[in-house]
Nanobody, 126 residues
Framework: QVQLVESGGGLAQAGGSLRLSCVVSGLTFSTYAMGWFRQTPGKEREFVAAISRDGGSTNYANSVKRRVFISRANANNTVALQINNLAPEDTAVYYC???????????????????WGPGTQVTVSS
């Protein structure tokens, strides 16, 4: 059974940092491209960042570029998202996602991803 479990969300102050983690089980992690998306109530899910199966390629949404960093540790089946200089508009539920077919491709399209975690809430106060 494939499971993706996000953690690290919570309440943070604007200007601060958070590090989200996603632990994956039930699949061969090193063969999957990973992505992070976020969603606020009433809005569509938004791409944040993606990383290729080997970590050699990354892709970031323009809205978060230079503030957000995605990384992965294939030995630990974990992908992380570091968010710096938090802003209230970063408030959202953050989801990690996985897809094997993407492989070395870092897709911004949520429909390219097969497996999803339940999400972790990030709330940023001003």
């Amino acid at each position: 059974q494939v499971q993706l479990v996000e953690s690290g969300g919570g309440l943070a102050q604007a200007g601060g940092s958070l590090r989200l983690s996603c632990v994956v089980s039930g699949l061969t992690f090193s063969t999957y491209a990973m992505g992070w998306f976020r969603q606020t109530p009433g809005k569509e899910r938004e791409f944040v960042a993606a990383i290729s199966r080997d970590g050699g390629s990354t892709n970031y949404a323009n809205s978060v570029k230079r503030r957000v960093f995605i990384s992965r540790a294939n030995a630990n089946n974990t992908v992380a998202l570091q968010i710096n200089n938090l802003a209230p508009e970063d408030t959202a539920v953050y989801y990690c996602a996985a897809d094997r077919a993407l492989g070395y491709i870092t897709s911004r399209n949520e429909f390219d991803y097969t497996y999803w975690g339940p999400g972790t809430q990030v709330t940023v106060s001003s």
